[in-house]
């Protein structure tokens, strides 16, 4: 009997590499996110707050509703913009997409395919 305990108790032996080596996967999968998914998305993030904070009356931009216009007016939040001949309307500085030709640029492949 005692035979049967000592078999049960030291059956099961620990896998080869002990824990790190079962870490080691996870952790190249999070390198690849960081560097294809995380990395690209964060330096767009910050050439857009780029943009935004270096707006200024005269420029053309459009928003992400669509609105083409020029700039007439801004302050920290909010940026006015003619769309017409003495039409205006003030949309928020964070609603701005980019200029018309970044736009566009932005919208071909979605065009072609």
Do not use: C, W
């Not at 080596?21 to 990395?39: D, E, G, M, N, Q």
């Not at 609105?67 to 003030?90: F, M, P, Q, S």
């Amino acid at each position: 009997m005692v035979d049967i305990a000592y078999a049960q108790a030291t059956g099961a032996a620990p896998p080869p590499g002990g824990g790190l080596a079962s870490f080691i996967p996870l952790i190249l999968i999070f390198i690849v996110f960081y560097f294809l998914l995380i990395r690209p998305q964060q330096k767009k993030a910050k050439e857009h707050q780029e943009f935004l904070r270096n707006l200024k009356k005269g420029d053309t931009v459009v928003t992400n509703g669509g609105l083409h216009g020029k700039i007439t007016g801004l302050t920290d939040t909010v940026v006015t913009l003619e769309i017409a001949d003495n039409i205006r309307v003030k949309v928020s500085r964070s609603h701005i997409l980019g200029t018309p030709q970044t736009a566009t640029a932005a919208e071909a492949p979605a065009k072609g395919g």
